[in-house]
């Protein structure tokens, strides 16, 4: 049995961690284990690369971001991040709901497992430089703004069976968008 030792770590540190989240369900430990040691469980004799944590243009990181999913809190880099990985978290915990999901739209899919799909044909060239991958194959559109992310967040919450603001939410700097 593995022994713990708890630690302190500033958001900063957190948010190079969360940056390297492969699946909700893993654990801080886990990825932590496999940024410094290549392995979950086996530790390389020489010193450990990690990657520099992902720059972030300072014109869009605005504000403090989180994903609230029941008792479960994401911090963001900002509001894009944000909305990808409440769409992970949900993929997590909801295994129908990437599916259930692609049949959602306003005047574009919210997500597609074909990144041209998210956009109407005379637009499908913003697939090159907006659809961005989610997991398993699926796309989505990160050409949002945050009326338009806000509901996308209201849609999948009813798609997962979950109230928008109580069970999942959106916020930034405390604020539920």
Known sequence: MAKFKQIGIDVQVYKIIETNRLSFSETENDILHRMLL??????????????PPKKINASRARGTWKVILNDHQILAANMGDAYREMLLALASDHPQFLEQFSKQKAQRFFIAKIPT?????????LAEKFAKPLVDGWW???NLGKSQISQRAKAAATVAGLRYGED???AE????I
Request: no cysteine; aromatic share 10%.
């Open 38 to 51: 290549k392995s979950p469980y086996q530790a390389k004799t020489t010193a450990p690369i990690i990657s």
């Open 117 to 125: 799909a998210l956009y109407a044909i005379k637009s499908s060239h």
């Open 140 to 142: 989505f559109d990160s």
């Open 168 to 170: 999942l939410l959106i």
């Open 173 to 176: 700097d405390g604020e539920i």
